[in-house]
């Protein structure tokens, strides 16, 4: 069992529609980010979010953190094409230094 | 400029083998990271230094050694090659900000390692 869980695992949508993908643990976090990782490159990092119920826009990007900072979702709105890639979150357990757990990963691909 | 830079990108080469891939960072950072992407895309940490020093060691077999000649390098050295270190290795880099916090981790475009 990974330490976060993200949901869905694959997503294929069609250009303008709207998605949520979700990204949960068992265990509490200090600090989670949300990375993009295209074909062929390392992950980006898009926001971070440190404080519980904290939620951030990003351009068509909503990233919230949950009350109890064990979960945190994204919410694309209207996809496009340039969407198209791997979501990682990733966090820094409570108490521990330095060491950032990525999630499971969703690959999303948006059609034209 | 490459922030982070790894090489090689490809490494193809047979079972048993000894492989070495080096990554270096401009970004000034002191702290540095080695990321194995399997398969399946799953990022999982094996090693990271700060100022050189060894701060977190994963269950990695002994088979793999990191080294960091100076803050701005990070080496992985493979010894033995298993059928199984196929993957892709991504190196990265941060500043830290506190102790609970990794801060940004900017990656390298990640070495593609294939076992035959």
């Known amino acids: 069992t990974q330490l976060l869980e993200q949901s869905p695992q694959f997503l294929s949508i069609q250009e303008g529609e709207n998605l949520t993908v979700y990204c949960n643990s068992s265990s509490v976090f200090s600090s989670l980010q949300w990375y993009r990782q295209e074909p062929g490159e390392g992950p980006v990092l898009l926001v971070t979010v440190v404080t519980g119920g904290e939620v951030k826009k990003l351009k068509r990007l909503t990233f919230q953190f949950g009350d109890a900072r064990k979960d945190s979702s994204l919410h694309i709105t209207a996809a496009q094409p340039g969407d198209t890639g791997l979501y990682l979150c990733?966090?820094?357990?409570?108490?521990?230094?330095?060491?950032?757990?990525f999630g499971t990963g969703t690959l999303l691909a948006v059609q034209p | 400029d490459t922030a982070v830079s790894q090489t090689p990108k490809y490494l193809v080469t047979q079972m048993g083998n000894d492989k070495s891939i080096k990554c270096e960072q401009n970004?000034?950072?002191?702290?540095m990271y080695w990321y194995k992407q399997d398969s399946k895309k799953f990022l999982k940490i094996m090693f990271s230094?700060?100022?050189?020093?060894?701060?977190i060691n994963e269950t990695v077999p002994n088979r793999f050694s990191p080294k960091s000649p100076d803050k701005a390098h990070l080496n992985l050295h493979i010894n033995s090659l298993e059928l199984g270190d196929s993957a892709v290795y991504f190196c990265?880099?941060?500043?830290?900000?506190?102790?609970?916090?990794?801060?940004?981790?900017?990656f390298g475009e990640g070495s593609r390692l294939t076992v035959l």
């Open positions: 230094y700060n100022n050189k020093e060894l701060i």
């Open positions: 990733a966090g820094v357990k409570d108490g521990a230094t330095n060491k950032l757990i």
């Open positions: 990265a880099s941060s500043q830290v900000i506190s102790g609970s916090f990794a801060g940004e981790l900017f």
């Open positions: 970004l000034g950072h002191d702290t």
